[in-house]
């Protein structure tokens, strides 16, 4: 168990609908990261943010936000899903913004139908 | 543009044998890290080992070490004395601080399989 926590698990919605995914950092870290992983793909990072602020931004679609909240946790929200955004999602935290050593969530599961 | 290659798809490795995975990479910086993960059947990323670009010395974790060539942009993994419970995909990572922005990019990963 990383210490990182992500929500829902498994999510499964229509295409054009609109999602939120959680995640909850490790105690202590600042940072966090979002990445995509399509079938049998490698990851794909799509942003980061650190202690509320946004810090990095990968390939990460328009129809894509994230914020993180004074608590440190951070939200994922995608929108007008399409079938290709069916994914593993992944959150990953790390005390500083440099990210040395980032640790994982379990991922939350996407399937838009 | 930063790329990160890991050129075996797939590999095999009979119990308590070594294997080794091959991942190369390309970048204009000279600070850097790499990463290796490992991503068993459950999908959980758990981080192998880690290389600072700065530090000539290879990194070693238990039965994990990696053979860094940083001329020829090579970070390769050897797995000694394998396990069943090393069958996994295994991701070959690299971060870097650049255009003042940081860059996290992930190799599409070789998936292992040690043979009992």
């Known amino acids: 168990d990383s210490g990182v926590t992500q929500t829902p698990k498994h999510l499964i919605t229509a295409t054009g609908q609109r999602v939120t995914l959680r995640c909850s950092p490790r105690?202590?870290?600042?940072?966090v990261y979002w990445y995509q992983q399509s079938l049998d793909q490698g990851l794909q990072f799509l942003i980061q943010y650190y202690n509320g602020e946004e810090r990095a931004k990968g390939n990460i679609l328009e129809r894509f936000s994230a914020q993180q909240f004074p608590d440190l946790h951070s939200e994922l929200n995608l929108s007008s899903l399409e079938l290709g955004d069916s994914a593993l999602y992944f959150c990953?935290?790390?005390?500083?913004?440099?990210?040395?050593?980032?640790?994982f969530g379990p991922g939350t599961r996407l399937l838009v139908l | 543009a930063q790329t990160v290659t890991q050129s075996q798809p797939e590999m095999s490795v009979q119990e308590a044998e070594t294997v080794t995975l091959s991942c190369t990479y390309d970048?204009?910086?000279?600070?850097?890290?790499l990463f290796w993960y490992k991503q068993p059947p459950s999908r959980q990323m758990i981080l192998v080992i880690r290389?600072?670009?700065?530090?000539?010395q290879n990194a070693t974790e238990n039965r994990f070490s990696v053979n860094f060539q940083k001329a020829a942009k090579s970070f390769s993994l050897k797995i000694s004395d394998s396990q069943l419970g090393d069958t996994a995909m295994y991701f070959c990572?690299?971060?870097?601080?650049?255009?003042?922005?940081?860059?996290?990019?992930f190799g599409t990963g070789t998936r292992l399989k040690v043979l009992a």
């Open positions: 990572a690299f971060m870097e601080y650049t255009s003042g922005t940081y860059k996290y990019i």
């Open positions: 970048t204009s910086e000279n600070n850097y890290y």
């Open positions: 990953a935290s790390s005390v500083e913004v440099s990210a040395e050593t980032q640790y």
């Open positions: 290389q600072e670009a700065y530090k000539q």
């Open positions: 105690s202590g870290d600042l940072s």
